[in-house]
């Protein structure tokens, strides 16, 4: 018998009963697991899904509400929205504007309410001395994107403050000038290098990256990308540190001189923002790029820009290719998207805000209203607004007469005044109240789809729905007084200077020592040399005064804004406010918490009529989203 194939029944048989056993073993400890899972998940599960059944997915309650608000959401976006615009500046101006030229929105009519008797808000000019003087925006550069479009569309005419001009000026502190520039590029390059240094290029190279960075803001707003607060919209753009320091700790952590940043930059600092160089990074930045370009202005004032616009947006003409002017050279082409009727309510006071919401019953058109302390939102109910308002009982403008006193002469007979400028103080509160002895008795009522809110809130007294919290918008007012001299000034008051040989802009580089006055600005380019515009955050008096000129000086226009600008000091950015305070409520003036200028109203205002168009029409969030621009 061969050993090598035998096999012993026995060996085999105890073999197989082992690999039998095993099997077996595995088998039942599977089985006692899955009886485990079941006993004890199965009755969870059995009631979540209760729970869910009864209360969302598996309702057929909630099914119904599903059906009924996709229902509601397409008739919403076949409804004509009533929008309100509360405040006529450049911010509430352009909002209309760009819903004007959205191409989704479908729009009734846009109410823009206005508590003066002009509109504009802070971009003002007044004719003085026969020449059109900026009262509030003074200037604008190229890298604006938004204020330029929209000037080329309104054909506006613009030149450049650098042409024709005496751009020379001077930093004086004890009466003593201590650096100047002249009118050569040359020769003022090579004093700032001999005085600051490598700081001019470093600063200029992180201006630019800078800049980069923030013109990612308009790709993302042409693309339909929208920011629900001022946070997420820095954060986008990668400029968020600039807001939670100063401008001065930024340069110096970029090896930035002191002395330029004490001096050269507190120089713009204090000619655009009346500030010094303990504001906020983000408007340091906005500030030195408005100091690195050429700047312009509209001819005319910029106000014409107020003015244009304000034909353009409430003109009888068709809204598709409005042509305003029948000279070919003042004609304007705006290619408006919608036939949306826009009406500016001038000397308005809005005093109240009404929460409300609206549902359907069956028809779209029989809309039930409710007031929110009688109706839990639901599904098919959405928010409106009424708005409750005074109309002024008398159509003037808030002048207050400046009255002399005896250290002032005023020269009646002053034969370069424009009559309507001759020795006026106007007083800019921008409040969205006016005094109530100017308001008629009667409250008028009218409902809105949507509010935006493009005035700060600053002294507002509008009373707002309780739960609408408006925390981180209340920023504190920048006071703001110019005014404009007929004098001469003292031979004397500055060392190793000549009246005759000053700069024709002269900045203080130490208030405290110049008699509360932060510049003063020669207008009349060697014609006459005794037309000064001086600027100041307070108000100044005849002692102020006398320490430059001499006695026979005469106050021809004073103009005061009360909320000129904001302070902008450094905040964390949990602290900065929300573009959209409620479902239907924005509030445009976000933007000021970091900054303010005409380009960022205009900005924000882009990015609210995206928030709007988002509400009735949703798209992905996909960062290579593209649409053409509207």
């Not at 050569?184 to 090579?190: D, R, T, Y």
């Not at 609206?358 to 599904?379: A, P, Y």
């Not at 302070?567 to 602290?575: A, F, I, M, S, V």
Request: hydrophobic share 35%; with cysteine; glycine share 4%.
């Amino acid at each position: 018998m061969d050993n090598k194939n035998f096999k012993n029944p026995i060996k085999t048989s105890f073999l197989n009963n082992k690999i039998t056993i095993k099997f077996t073993k595995k088998l039942f400890f599977l089985i006692l697991s899955i009886f485990t899972i079941f006993s004890i998940y199965v009755p969870l599960l059995k009631a979540d899904y209760n729970y869910h059944r009864k209360n969302f997915t598996f309702s057929s309650q909630y099914n119904q509400n599903l059906k009924n608000y996709t229902n509601f959401n397409e008739n919403l976006r076949n409804r004509k929205l009533n929008i309100a615009i509360i405040g006529s500046g450049i911010g509430g101006l352009s909002t209309a504007y760009y819903l004007k030229k959205n191409k989704i929105l479908n729009i009734n009519k846009i109410d823009i309410y206005e508590r003066n008797s002009r509109t504009g808000g802070r971009v003002y000019s007044e004719k003085i001395f026969n020449r059109s003087e900026n009262l509030g925006a003074s200037f604008f550069i190229k890298k604006n994107k938004l204020i330029f479009s929209l000037i080329e569309e309104l054909n506006l005419k613009i030149f450049s403050t650098a042409s024709n001009s005496d751009t020379s000026f001077g930093l004086f502190n004890n009466q003593k000038i201590f650096f100047s520039l002249g009118n050569s590029k040359f020769i003022n390059l090579i004093k700032m290098f001999w005085r600051y240094g490598l700081s001019i290029i470093r600063e200029k190279i992180l201006m630019k990256n800078n800049l980069e960075k923030f013109f990612k803001i308009y790709e993302a707003l042409n693309s339909r990308v929208f920011f629900s607060d001022v946070r997420q919209l820095i954060n986008h753009i990668g400029l968020e540190d600039l807001v939670t320091q100063t401008i001065k700790r930024f340069l110096k952590e970029k090896n930035v001189d002191e002395k330029y940043i004490d001096e050269f930059a507190n120089l713009l600092l204090k000619i655009i923002y009346n500030q010094e160089n303990d504001i906020n990074a983000f408007a340091g930045f906005i500030t030195l790029i408005g100091g690195s370009y050429e700047s312009f202005r509209i001819e005319g004032g910029n106000y014409e820009l107020i003015k244009k616009l304000v034909d353009v947006l409430t003109g009888e003409n068709k809204y598709n290719n409005f042509n305003l002017y029948k000279n070919d050279t003042d004609r304007i082409n705006v290619n408006f998207e919608n036939d949306a009727k826009v009406t500016i309510k001038k000397n308005t006071n809005v005093l109240k805000i009404v929460k409300k919401y609206f549902t359907l019953n069956n028809e779209f058109d029989e809309v039930e209203k409710h007031d929110r302390e009688n109706h839990r939102k639901n599904f098919d109910s959405f928010e409106f607004y009424t708005i409750e308002f005074q109309n002024k009982s008398q159509n003037e403008e808030e002048i207050l007469e400046n009255k002399a006193t005896n250290n002032t002469n005023i020269d009646k007979n002053y034969k370069n005044l424009n009559r309507n400028t001759y020795n006026k103080t106007i007083i800019n509160d921008n409040n969205n109240n006016f005094d109530e002895d100017n308001n008629s008795n009667e409250i008028y009522f009218e409902d809105y789809d949507i509010v935006v809110l493009a005035s700060p809130l600053e002294n507002s007294k509008i009373e707002f729905p309780k739960d609408i919290e408006l925390n981180n918008t209340n920023l504190i007012p920048k006071k703001n007084y110019y005014y404009f001299i007929n004098g001469k000034l003292k031979n004397n008051i500055f060392d190793d200077f000549d009246s005759l040989d000053l700069p024709s802009l002269l900045i203080s580089y130490n208030k405290s020592n110049s008699h509360n006055i932060l510049y003063i600005k020669q207008l009349n380019d060697n014609l006459h040399r005794d037309q000064f515009k001086i600027n100041s955050d307070e108000i100044l008096n005849s002692e102020d005064f006398e320490f430059f000129f001499n006695s026979n000086y005469t106050i021809i226009y004073r103009n005061h804004w009360e909320m000129a600008y904001p302070q902008l000091l450094p905040r964390g950015l949990d602290t900065l406010p929300s573009f959209q305070l409620s479902e239907n409520l924005y509030y445009l003036n976000a933007i000021e918490s970091i900054g303010s200028c005409m380009e960022l109203s205009m900005i924000s205002a882009k990015n609210i009529v995206n928030l709007i168009e988002n509400k009735y029409f949703p798209f992905k969030e996909n960062n290579n989203f593209k649409t053409e621009e509207f």
